[in-house]
């Protein structure tokens, strides 16, 4: 089985605060991806990956850069963290294939204050 | 522009009763449709997939789902729902040739014992 882990379940960070969001999968998949999920308005990509140091923006990429040195992890960076950033965020990874499904994380449940 | 619609919130059934929940996309083509299921503090898992070719999909904990182009809907079913399948559960669309998925806004089920 796909194992997609990421490093926190819950972080409590500041306003303003520099935040990484960790993300390491284990079945050599090339594309990663991370997405934000709020209630009411389902999962929406923020930046997804699709080799190392290759990445793209998503559809609410503002506030938000990424890192891919390896092809196992995916990091997810918050320069400066705001209220609004608070949200569970989704990691997820799949093979190389358009077909190919997504296999996610438990999520990161990030509250900024 | 593609769109996923889950126009259920919210449903509640009683354990053994029948279940369908509903999924309609808009899309040009016909594109890869997926169910995901979303248990409290998890992220999501694959219930089923369908891409091409017969239209009524087996996945696992015994769901499945029916493709009907005509009506542009892929609504997921199952027989006699169990209390553990109380859930969220998330229609998807991926668009053939691109890394992009778009993800409904999710139906939340709630089993009744």
């Known amino acids: 089985d796909v194992k997609v882990t990421q490093s926190s379940r819950y972080l409590v960070k500041r306003t303003g605060e520099k935040v990484f969001l960790e993300c390491v999968q284990d079945?050599?998949?090339?594309?990663m991806f991370w997405y934000r999920q709020d209630p009411g308005l389902g999962l929406r990509l923020i930046y997804f990956?699709?080799?190392?140091?290759?990445?793209e923006k998503g559809d609410i990429p503002e506030g938000y850069s990424v890192s891919r040195e390896k092809k196992e992890r995916f990091s997810l960076i918050l320069e400066s963290a705001s209220t609004n950033q608070t949200s569970m965020y989704l990691c997820?990874?799949?093979?190389?294939?358009?077909?190919?499904?997504?296999?996610f994380g438990n999520g990161t449940r990030l509250t900024v204050t | 522009a593609q769109s996923v619609t889950q126009p259920d919130i919210h449903i509640t059934v009683s354990e053994g009763a029948s279940l369908e929940l509903r999924c309609n996309y808009s899309?040009?083509?016909?594109?890869?449709l997926f169910w995901y299921v979303q248990s409290p503090g998890q992220g999501l898992q694959l219930l089923l997939k369908?891409?091409?070719?017969?239209?009524l999909v087996q996945g696992i904990k015994g769901f499945e789902a029916e493709f009907k182009r005509s009506q542009s809907s892929f609504n997921l079913r199952k027989p006699s729902v169990h209390w553990s399948d109380a859930a969220e559960y998330f229609c998807?669309?991926?668009?053939?040739?691109?890394?992009?998925?778009?993800f409904g806004t999710g139906t939340r089920l709630k089993v009744l014992a």
């Open positions: 997820a990874s799949r093979a190389t294939g358009f077909n190919s499904p997504l296999h």
């Open positions: 079945m050599d998949h090339e594309n």
């Open positions: 990956s699709y080799d190392v140091k290759m990445k």
């Open positions: 899309y040009g083509a016909t594109p890869y």
């Open positions: 369908y891409f091409s070719g017969d239209t």
């Open positions: 998807a669309v991926g668009a053939p040739g691109t890394y992009k998925y778009i």
